[in-house]
């Protein structure tokens, strides 16, 4: 994973978590999914694959750091 969180196939570039930056993953594609998961079997991301001609999948987060949530950390 690059240095964005994005891994790169067949074209198109997939979008999985910025604090995954520089993991190693496995992407397994088959005929309509695409699933990333990391070195020990979780699923990190799981996609269909899109349409011809689309060349970023986002993750479905807004960009930017994670939300607060009020809470302390315990």
Not at 48 to 55: D, F, L, N, V, Y
Not at 57 to 66: L, Q
């Amino acid at each position: 994973m690059n240095t964005s969180g994005t891994i790169r196939l067949d074209s198109v570039t997939y979008k999985v978590d910025t604090h995954r930056a520089f993991e190693q993953v496995l992407a397994v594609s088959t005929d309509d999914q695409i699933i990333i998961t990391d070195l020990l079997g979780e699923v990190l991301a799981q996609y269909t694959r899109p349409a011809p001609g689309i060349t970023y999948v986002g993750n479905g987060r807004p960009s930017g750091p994670r939300p607060k949530t009020g809470q302390m950390s315990p």
